[in-house]
């Protein structure tokens, strides 16, 4: 209940607060537009993206029972953004970039292929070394070459490709309408309900995979699920925000600090409860901190997101030695 009046109280903060005061404008007409034409879509796309990056993290963690996994270190995202890259370039080549509907189709499943397929490379590593360091290390490659890639694409794109190309990458949540977001909010509610019918699988992977299967959960079923809905989830908010950092990682582990408890209903509860309310306060420090311009989100999330990562991997080094 404490974290749905949060997210209440964050969704009213980021439609209040902004670059411009609502309330200094006497026209309602402007009002109005400021409010419902850009602030609503702005902070509904927050909210649901922090929810589903956030959910994303929490069952790569649970998948591969590491606290370091999540859709940006281990270069999900940037599998999408590669080919998101692509698919922006074959629209304005093909001369289809002018139909909306066509070309947010082709862009938005552009980007859930390339999120499948390196979260498929990173469970086939994950199933052939157990260890937890090979598999980031693997994703933390894996980003990087993409990464390159991707660097490489913009390098011989158009210009105004290559700015729109930048200014993606910097993760925003202020480019969706409600065009966009009639596509963003059922998919996204539909595989969070998948996502709590995969409780008790995942409480009994805590463990290990042969205490699961002794429990008749369907291991293998319960991996393909993870990895479609990691990929959907991931591909959707890339599409239409960019890359956001650190959110997927880092939430996770806020509410399992937060919240001391085991149970994946609460935890996928919790996540993502917790990741609308980090991403809306995240939204709303980008609009305050200056009225001239708007500052990236991924900064933001970089600066919350990367102490909460570093205490973590301190005080598992510690413990270690």
Same mark, same amino acid.
């Given at each position: $209940?404490?974290?749905?009046?949060?997210?209440?109280?964050?969704?009213?903060?980021?439609?209040?607060?902004?670059?411009?005061?609502?309330? @200094?404008?006497?026209? @309602?007409?402007?009002?109005?537009?400021?409010?419902?034409?850009?602030?609503?879509?702005?902070?509904?796309?927050?909210?649901? +993206?922090?929810?589903?990056?956030?959910?994303?993290?929490?069952?790569?963690?649970?998948?591969?029972?590491?606290?370091?996994? *999540?859709?940006?270190?281990?270069?999900?995202?940037?599998?999408?953004?590669?080919?998101?890259?692509?698919?922006?370039?074959?629209?304005?080549? !093909?001369?289809?970039? @002018?139909?909306?509907?066509?070309?947010?189709?082709?862009?938005?499943?552009?980007?859930? *292929?390339?999120?499948?397929?390196?979260? +498929?490379?990173?469970?086939?590593?994950?199933?052939?070394?157990?260890?937890?360091?090979?598999?980031? %290390?693997? *994703?933390?490659?894996? +980003?990087?070459?993409?990464? +390159?890639?991707?660097?490489?694409?913009?390098?011989?794109?158009?210009?105004?490709?290559?700015?729109?190309?930048?200014?993606?990458?910097?993760?925003?949540?202020?480019?969706?309408?409600?065009?966009?977001?009639?596509?963003?909010?059922?998919? /996204?509610?539909?595989?969070?309900?998948?996502?709590?019918?995969?409780?008790?699988?995942?409480?009994?992977?805590?463990?290990?995979?042969?205490?699961?299967?002794?429990?008749?959960?369907?291991?293998?079923?319960?991996?393909?699920?993870?990895?479609?809905?990691? !990929?959907?989830?991931?591909?959707?908010?890339?599409?239409?925000?960019?890359?956001?950092?650190? =959110?997927?990682?880092?939430?996770?582990?806020?509410?399992?600090? %937060?919240?001391?408890?085991?149970?994946?209903?609460?935890?996928?509860?919790? /996540? &993502?409860? $917790?990741?609308?309310?980090?991403?809306?306060? /995240?939204?709303?420090?980008?609009?305050?901190?200056?009225?001239?311009?708007?500052?990236?989100?991924?900064?933001?999330?970089? &600066?919350?997101?990367?102490?909460? =990562?570093?205490?973590?991997?301190?005080?598992?080094?510690?413990?270690?030695?």
């Amino acid at each position: $209940m404490l974290l749905g009046v949060l997210v209440a109280l964050a969704f009213a903060c980021d439609l209040v607060f902004g670059s411009v005061n609502l309330f @200094s404008f006497k026209d @309602s007409v402007m009002q109005h537009t400021i409010l419902f034409d850009i602030r609503l879509p702005k902070a509904l796309t927050s909210l649901f +993206a922090g929810s589903a990056l956030a959910l994303c993290g929490l069952l790569m963690q649970s998948l591969f029972r590491n606290p370091l996994a *999540g859709p940006y270190v281990l270069g999900i995202s940037s599998g999408a953004s590669l080919f998101v890259s692509i698919a922006i370039i074959a629209l304005n080549l !093909a001369g289809l970039s @002018s139909f909306y509907y066509l070309g947010k189709s082709l862009i938005t499943l552009s980007s859930i *292929g390339g999120a499948l397929v390196v979260t +498929a490379v990173i469970t086939y590593v994950a199933n052939r070394s157990r260890n937890n360091i090979t598999v980031l %290390l693997v *994703g933390i490659m894996l +980003a990087q070459i993409l990464g +390159a890639l991707q660097g490489l694409i913009e390098f011989i794109a158009s210009a105004e490709s290559l700015k729109s190309f930048v200014v993606w990458s910097m993760g925003s949540v202020g480019n969706t309408s409600f065009k966009d977001l009639w596509l963003i909010m059922p998919l /996204c509610l539909a595989v969070f309900a998948v996502a709590f019918t995969m409780a008790r699988p995942l409480n009994a992977l805590l463990l290990n995979e042969q205490y699961a299967r002794n429990l008749g959960v369907n291991v293998d079923k319960t991996r393909i699920r993870i990895i479609l809905v990691t !990929a959907i989830l991931t591909g959707v908010i890339t599409a239409f925000c960019g890359p956001i950092a650190f =959110v997927g990682i880092s939430v996770p582990i806020m509410c399992r600090l %937060l919240f001391k408890t085991p149970n994946h209903l609460h935890q996928i509860t919790y /996540c &993502i409860l $917790m990741g609308a309310v980090v991403l809306l306060g /995240c939204d709303v420090i980008t609009q305050v901190i200056s009225s001239a311009f708007t500052v990236p989100i991924n900064t933001i999330t970089t &600066i919350v997101g990367s102490p909460i =990562v570093i205490w973590l991997i301190f005080k598992t080094r510690f413990a270690q030695s």
